[in-house]
Every structure is written in structure tokens, then in C-alpha cells.
DNA sequence: GCTTGGGGCGTTCGAC
DNA sequence: GTCGAACGCCCCAAGC
């Protein structure tokens, strides 16, 4: 095997690229990821600082986002219903 | 009590339209949290259908994430170090 | 009802003294566990007492526990590649 | 200088083999405080096995735990009390 | 459905 | 003594 790298090949060069960039695009991801949770982050300080309840706050957004679920899914279901009967 | 609203007057105007810019701030980094954890779905289900292994993936990423943490953590202790002998 | 206690029955008595022993084993343990905690913390105490600097203690063995953690995970990903070209 | 490590004297010998000697407690400690943690664990998971809800298993231990810490506050200003008025 | 990883929460420890 | 930061615990959700 005249492999230039240490590593036997299992993966040939393409593969191999390929490999690299996936790995580099999750990454550039996750760090976006973790800047927007870290942007969450500080609004719910700031707010502690005007004298908000963080924990609070964030029942009031779970709360939000079921109902807003809820919302969907009962929007799901009237269409369904009303597909069902030949539309509206 | 002259409130407008059914809750009793807890918050002053001031501190309810805060409220509410708070929580819409957070919806909308929720919201661009959720898709950019869509997007890493997606690169993932895209290496899945060339045929790399997404466990193996996301292992090799978990493994650069630990080394990275552990090379600021050495950077860390050697300020540490460095302070605690009387400082650089 | 002829139940001798004031709860209505839903555990008969087998499940009610098995659930007490459970308990009872969990809290033993709790204890064990408060008691090492306090001797760690008794250790860190006395080395401050010699002089040692506690926090850079703790960063050191923090340091070596994510060193352990990422050999074990390295060792996890070997044995992913091993699986992922057929078997040992 | 003569030290025969690559280490700079910042700690003389005894003070290393101290300095070793207390982060090997530590991690020793640190161990049996893990292995206390598993052994829990697997309680809670035995009692699963038997058909109990692990959840509220926690919980139980959780409010005797309060109830315990409640009562030797009590008994901590019965003896405050009593102290202060010379001993009952 | 079981297990593993991520996020949130409470607690604890060190700093001021 | 209060503050913020770090740690471990617990719960939940997603992946296999």
C-alpha cells in the first residue's frame, strides 16, 4: 500500500474530503447553535436585571410553545377533516 | 382598580410591554435555534445517504468538542499557575 | 374497605414493605454518599491548611477526569470503526 | 538548578509528593462517590423492574429528606431556646 | 421501547 | 452575607 497517510484507506481521497467538509459544516453549526443559546441566555439575564423571575419567564415561553402545538395540530386536524369531505 | 385587562395591575404598562418584548425575543432565538438544529439534521441525513455512518459522525465530533474543552481548560490552569506564582 | 391504614389499598402489603426497603436502601446510600462528599471536602480543607491552593486543586483533578473521559471516548469511536468495517 | 524533573522548582519534593497524595484521595474519593451514584442508580432501576414508579420513589426520598432537615432545625432552636434560658 | 445525549434546575463553592 | 459561577442531578427528546 503506498497510502501517503498514516491511516490505512479505507476511505479513498474523495471520501475522505467529503468527510472532512461534513464534519466542518456540523461544527460552523453547532458554534452557531451555541451562540443563539448563549444570545438566549443573556436576554434572561438582562431581564433578571430589571427584576423579572427567569424561571418564570421561561414557563410562560414552554407554555407559549404548546399551545402554539396544540394550535397546529388542531389546524392539522380540520383539514384533514375538511379534505376528507371534499373541502370547503 | 381601573385596569383595562382582567389581571390585576401587577406589572405597570412600562414593565408589561417589556414582558412582552422579552418573551418575543426569545421565541424568535428558540425559533432560529430549532432550525439550525434542522440544518445539522440535515447535513447528517445527507452523509447518511452517501453511505457515511451518522453515529461514527456525531462521535467524531463529540471526541473535537472534548478537545477542544480540554485545551482551554490546560490554557485555564496555566493562568492559574501563572497567578499563583506571583503572576506573569 | 377493611384496610388498617388510612390509605385506601393500592399496594398490598408485599409491594409496601418492599417499597420500604427500597427507601430505606436508598437512603443508607444517600448517606454514604454526603459522607464522602464531606470527606472530600475535608481533603481540599486540609491541603488549603498546607498551604495548597484549592481552587488550582480542583482544576487539576477536573483536568484528569476529562482526560480519562475523552481515552474512554476514544476508545468508544475504536470500537465504532472496528464494527463499522465488519466485526474485530 | 539541579531538579531532575523538567519542572521548575515552584513545589520542592516533599511538597509534590504532598501535592500527589492529596489529588490521588480525591479521585479515589471521587470514585467511591460514583460508585455510591450507581449503586442508587441501580436500586431505582430494580424497583422499576418490580413495577414501581422511579420518579415518585425520588420524590418520597426527596420530602422525607426536607421533612428530616425540617426537624433538626426544630430541634437545633429547642436547644437554642433552651440554652438560653440556662438549660431546661 | 430503550438508551443515550442535551437542557434546565437546584445546590454548592469560591469571590467580593 | 451576597453574588455569581461551577457541578451534579434530573427530566425530556431524539436516535437506534
Known amino acids: 500500500m503506498a497510502d501517503d497517510s498514516s491511516s490505512i484507506e479505507v476511505l479513498n481521497a474523495t471520501a475522505q474530503t467529503r468527510l472532512k ?9 453547532e458554534e452557531d447553535k451555541a451562540a443563539v443559546a448563549a444570545d438566549i ?13 427567569v424561571k418564570i419567564l421561561r414557563k410562560v ?11 397546529m395540530e388542531e389546524e392539522a386536524i380540520l383539514d384533514l377533516y375538511l379534505s376528507a369531505i371534499g373541502g370547503l
Open 21 to 29: 467538509t461534513i464534519i466542518e459544516r456540523v461544527e460552523r453549526l
Open 41 to 53: 441566555k443573556e436576554v434572561f439575564l438582562e431581564a433578571k436585571g430589571e427584576g423579572f423571575d
Open 61 to 71: 415561553v414552554r407554555l407559549r410553545k404548546q399551545d402554539k402545538a396544540k394550535r
